[in-house]
C-alpha cells in the first residue's frame, strides 16, 4: 500500500507543477492542444456538413423521384375538374344568353303594345319598329 501512497504523491506533485506552470504562462502545451482540438473540430464540421449536404441532395432526387406519380395523377385529376367546370359555365352561359333573348322578345312586346295604345288613342295603326334579324339588340 505504500507504493500506491508513493505513486498518488507523485501524481499530485506532478499535477500541481503542471498547474502552477500553466497559470505562469511557461507551459504552452495545453493551449497548443486546445487550438489543434478546435481547428481539428472546425475541419471535422466542415467535412461532416458536406457530407450532410450530399445526403440531403441524394433524398430529394429520390423523393422526387418517388411524388412524381403522385403528383401527375392528382394534376391529371385537377385538370378533369377544371374541364367540368368549365362545361359547366358554358352551359350557365347559353342559359344566360338565352334569359336575355326572352327579356328582348318582352320587351319588344310591351314597346309594341304601348305604342300600338298610344297610336290608337291618337287615331293611328302603329307600325312595329325594325329590328335586326340577326337576334342582336
Given at each position: 500500500?505504500?507504493?500506491?501512497?508513493?505513486?498518488?504523491?507523485?501524481?499530485?506533485?506532478?499535477?500541481l507543477?503542471?498547474?502552477?506552470?500553466?497559470v505562469?504562462?511557461?507551459?504552452?502545451?495545453?493551449?497548443?492542444?486546445?487550438?489543434?482540438?478546435?481547428?481539428?473540430?472546425?475541419?471535422?464540421?466542415?467535412?461532416?456538413?458536406?457530407?450532410?449536404?450530399?445526403?440531403?441532395?441524394?433524398?430529394a432526387?429520390?423523393?422526387a423521384?418517388?411524388?412524381?406519380?403522385?403528383?401527375?395523377r392528382?394534376?391529371?385529376?385537377?385538370?378533369?375538374?377544371?374541364?367540368?367546370?368549365?362545361?359547366?359555365?358554358?352551359?350557365?352561359?347559353?342559359?344566360?344568353?338565352?334569359?336575355?333573348?326572352?327579356?328582348?322578345?318582352?320587351?319588344?312586346?310591351?314597346?309594341?303594345?304601348?305604342?300600338?295604345?298610344?297610336?290608337n288613342?291618337?287615331?293611328?295603326?302603329?307600325?312595329?319598329?325594325?329590328?335586326?334579324?340577326?337576334?342582336?339588340?
Amino acid at each position: 500500500m505504500a507504493e500506491k501512497a508513493w505513486y498518488w504523491l507523485a501524481f499530485g506533485v506532478l499535477a500541481l507543477g503542471l498547474n502552477n506552470a500553466f497559470v505562469a504562462g511557461r507551459l504552452e502545451l495545453p493551449r497548443n492542444l486546445a487550438d489543434r482540438s478546435a481547428e481539428f473540430e472546425q475541419q471535422l464540421s466542415g467535412h461532416v456538413l458536406g457530407y450532410i449536404t450530399q445526403a440531403q441532395v441524394s433524398l430529394a432526387t429520390q423523393r422526387a423521384v418517388a411524388v412524381q406519380p403522385a403528383v401527375a395523377r392528382v394534376q391529371a385529376n385537377l385538370a378533369c375538374a377544371q374541364a367540368s367546370m368549365a362545361r359547366r359555365q358554358a352551359q350557365m352561359a347559353v342559359r344566360q344568353v338565352e334569359m336575355v333573348r326572352i327579356q328582348r322578345d318582352r320587351i319588344r312586346e310591351q314597346v309594341l303594345q304601348n305604342l300600338r295604345m298610344q297610336r290608337n288613342a291618337e287615331g293611328e295603326i302603329p307600325r312595329p319598329p325594325r329590328l335586326p334579324e340577326d337576334g342582336t339588340i
